[in-house]
C-alpha cells in the first residue's frame, strides 16, 4: 500500500476529488457533511490502475482547523496539492505549501481542479512559481473530466517513491483513536516505516502493551508493512490513553526527550511555539544557541511532554503572527548548559549542521524518517552522524546511538561490548591511566573507573588491555602497593560501611577513620573511595551498584524511593544521584522524577 495527503486551501474540491478517486465518503463526521467542510482527517482507498493500492489522508483547509491538517500531513511520504481553477492561490494555499516545505516534503502531485468553470492556465502558472518541479493534472469533480489522467499521474507519482525499510523500528504515530464493542481500544495511523504483527509487544506511553488484531483497508491482516494506513487493535488498553499524538513504538528502539537541539530554518527564533511532527502537536520554549545565522541557526527546544525524536527528523514550529518555520533535528540527548561557557561551547559543535542547505544537494535535506548512515556527519552534510554524536559525549552504548537515529554499524572504535568511546578520548584515558597506575600501582579495577569516570567495569579492563604491561590480577591493575596510610584509611571505610553500602558517614566521622580532607583528596585522586561531595565518601562500585539496585524500581522514580531502596539519607542520595545523572546510568525528567537509562543493561 502506498499513502499520501491531500493539500490545498478549503472548498478547492479535496475530499470531492478523494469521493470521486475512491467511492468512500472521507468525512466522517455529520457536521462536516452538513456544512460541506472538512473538519478533522478523512481517510479512504482505493485501487490504482496499476493495481497500487492507494491510501489518502485528506486533511481539512480551513484555517481554524490547521492543527487536525498537520497531523494528518506529517507522516506521509508525498502530497496531492489541490488548487481550484477559479479562486487559485489562496492563503491557506499558501500556509500548507509553507509546511510541506518545512516537513521535507518533496515529492507530490499539483491538481487544479474546477477546470469547467474556468481555464486552469492562470493557476497553474501561480503554483509553478512555488513548486516548478511537480507534474500537474486539470481535472472537474463535478464532471469526471480528467479523473483517469489523475489516477494515472497518482500511479507515476507512488511508483517514485522510496521504499521504506521494513526492518526499521516501528514509530506509529497515532491520528485516531475509537472503542469498539467486544474489541476494545483501536487507534490508527500511517505506518512510515517498519512492520506490524498481531501478537507484537509494543510501548504506549512508557508502557508496554500487545498488539490483538491488524486492519487494513477494512480488512483484518496477520501482518503490516510499511507504507500503510492501518487500524492497530490493542488489548487492555483504555481509549483515554490513545489519543492524538502519542506514538506505539518498537521496544527499546526510541529515546524519548523533551530536550533536543535543532537547526531552525527561516527568520529569527521566537520565545515560545507550537512543535508539529508526526501527528503531534506540543508546545515549546526555544532558545538560541550561538549567533543567528541568515536563514538559520541552532537552538535549543524544551518540550512540555517528551516525544520519541531522533537525529535528522523533519518538524515544525508555529508561532502566532510569524510564518511557519521548519525544524530539523541535530542531537536528541543534548548537554546541560549551565556552566559558563557551555553554550559557546555547544555552539561551535553545532556550527557546521546550523546552515541552510538546498534538498538534493551536499549539505541537503534528510528524509523526515529513518537512520542517519555513511558521512552525514561530515561538516556541512546536513545532520550529525554516529561518529560525530559519539565525539561530543566521548563515551555511549551502540544501542543508544541506534535509538538516537545515529547508525553505528559503521563505527571502528575502541569499547567494549555495547560500549563505544571516541578514539581521541580513548587515547587520553589510556594516558591517565597509566599515570594512576604509576602512583598507585595494584589500584583496583573499580577504583580505576571511578577516577576515570567511566560508567563501566569492562571498559577499564579493556582499556588496560591496550596498555602493555598493564593488566588486570585479582580485580586490580598490577602495581607494587599503595600507600600505607591510604590503604589502612581506606580499609576503615570499608568497615565503617559493611551491611550499609550508602549510608555515608557523617563528614565529623572522616578523620577519625583516618580520611581527613587530605587523604580523602589522595584517595579519590587514585580512585580508591567514591567522592561524591565534601563529607560524602562511598567506596567505589557503589554508583554502578546504585544504578542496578534503582532499575529495578518502577519507573521513574523520586529522590525519596531512591533513599529508601539504598538505605541511606537525604544528604547522601542527592549528590550520588547527580553522580549517576553525569555517569549517564540516570536521566531527569523533571524537578522530581528520574529514569534508569538502560534498565535491561544497568550495571
Not at 561538516?379 to 551502540?398: N, Q
Not at 587530605?518 to 551498584?545: I, K, S, Y
Not at 544504578?547 to 539519607?569: K, S
Request: net charge neutral.
Amino acid at each position: 500500500m502506498y499513502v499520501i495527503a491531500t493539500a490545498g486551501h478549503v472548498d478547492h474540491g479535496k475530499s470531492t476529488l478523494v469521493r470521486a478517486l475512491t467511492g468512500m465518503e472521507p468525512d466522517r463526521w455529520a457536521e462536516e457533511r452538513r456544512r460541506g467542510m472538512t473538519i478533522d482527517l478523512g481517510f479512504a482507498w482505493t485501487t490504482l490502475p496499476s493495481g497500487r493500492r492507494l491510501a489518502f489522508v485528506d486533511v481539512p483547509g480551513h484555517e481554524r482547523f490547521v492543527t487536525n491538517m498537520l497531523a494528518g500531513l506529517g507522516p506521509v511520504p508525498a502530497v496531492m496539492f489541490v488548487l481550484a481553477a477559479d479562486q487559485g492561490w489562496q492563503a491557506q494555499s499558501q500556509e500548507h505549501w509553507e509546511a510541506i516545505e518545512a516537513l521535507g516534503v518533496e515529492r507530490g502531485l499539483l491538481v487544479v481542479t474546477r477546470c469547467d468553470l474556468m481555464d486552469p492556465a492562470l493557476a497553474v502558472e501561480e503554483a509553478r512559481e512555488r513548486m516548478p518541479s511537480w507534474p500537474v493534472v486539470t481535472v472537474s469533480g463535478a464532471t469526471g473530466e480528467g479523473l483517469d489522467d489523475l489516477r494515472r499521474g497518482l500511479d507515476l507519482l507512488v511508483s517514485t517513491l522510496p521504499p521504506p525499510d521494513p526492518r526499521a523500528p516501528v514509530r506509529l504515530w497515532i491520528d485516531r483513536a475509537f472503542t469498539i464493542t467486544g474489541a476494545g481500544t483501536v487507534v490508527t495511523g500511517t505506518l512510515a516505516g517498519g512492520t506490524l504483527r498481531a501478537g507484537d509487544p509494543l510501548v504506549l506511553d512508557g508502557e508496554r502493551v500487545r498488539v490483538k488484531a491488524l486492519q487494513i483497508a477494512g480488512e483484518p491482516v496477520d501482518e503490516v508493512t510499511a507504507t500503510a494506513r492501518v487500524a492497530v487493535n490493542l488489548r487492555g488498553v483504555e481509549r483515554e490513553r490513545a489519543v492524538r499524538g502519542k506514538t506505539l513504538l518498537t521496544p527499546e528502539a526510541w529515546l524519548e526527550t523533551d530536550v533536543v537541539d535543532v537547526r531552525l530554518d527561516g527568520g529569527p527564533a521566537p520565545r515560545e511555539a507550537v512543535l508539529h511532527i508526526g501527528s503531534a502537536s506540543v508546545p515549546v520554549r526555544v532558545r538560541a544557541i550561538g549567533p543567528a545565522r541568515p536563514g538559520a541557526g541552532a537552538v535549543r527546544l524544551t518540550l512540555a511532554h517528551a516525544l520519541p525524536l531522533r537525529v535528522g527528523d523533519r518538524a515544525l514550529l508555529r508561532c502566532s503572527g510569524r510564518p511557519i518555520t521548519s525544524v530539523l533535528v541535530l542531537d536528541v540527548r543534548p548537554p546541560t548548559l549551565r556552566r559558563r561557557g557551555a553554550a559557546a561551547k555547544r555552539a561551535a559543535q553545532l556550527a557546521s549542521f546550523a546552515v541552510p542547505d538546498v534538498a538534493g544537494e551536499p549539505g541537503g535535506a534528510v528524509p523526515h524518517t529513518g537512520m542517519v548512515t555513511g558521512r552525514a556527519g561530515a561538516p556541512g552534510s546536513g545532520v550529525p552522524d554516529a561518529a560525530t554524536v559519539l565525539g561530543w559525549r566521548g563515551v555511549v552504548r551502540r544501542s543508544e546511538l541506534a535509538a538516537m537515529g545515529c547508525d553505528p554499524g559503521g563505527l571502528d572504535v575502541p569499547g567494549a561490548g555495547d560500549w563505544a568511546v571516541d578514539p581521541a578520548w580513548w587515547a587520553r584515558l589510556a594516558e591517565r591511566l597509566r599515570a594512576i597506575v604509576a602512583e598507585q600501582p595494584g589500584i583496583p579495577v573499580d577504583a580505576a573507573r571511578t577516577a576515570l569516570g567511566l560508567p563501566a567495569r569492562d571498559l577499564v579492563e579493556a582499556l588496560v588491555k591496550g596498555c602493555p604491561p598493564l593488566n588486570v590480577s585479582d580485580g586490580r591493575i598490577d602495581g607494587d602497593g599503595v600507600p600505607a596510610e591510604v590503604v589502612s584509611a581506606v580499609e576503615r571505610l570499608r568497615a565503617e560501611l559493611a551491611g550499609t553500602p550508602y549510608l555515608a558517614p557523617e563528614a565529623a566521622r572522616l578523620p577519625a577513620l583516618g580520611l581527613g580532607s587530605r587523604m580523602v583528596a589522595l584517595a579519590a585522586r587514585a580512585g580508591m573511595v567514591l567522592r561524591l561531595a565534601d563529607g560524602v565518601v562511598l567506596l567505589p562500585g557503589a554508583d554502578t551498584e546504585a544504578a542496578r539496585i534503582l532499575a529495578t524500581l518502577p519507573q521513574p522514580f523520586t529522590a525519596a524511593d531512591a533513599r529508601v531502596a539504598l538505605g541511606t539519607n537525604r544528604r547522601v542520595v542527592i549528590p550520588l544521584l547527580e553522580h549517576l545523572d553525569r555517569l549517564r546510568l540516570t536521566r531527569r525528567i523533571d524537578d522530581r522524577l528520574r529514569v534508569v537509562v538502560d534498565r535491561g543493561a544497568a550495571p
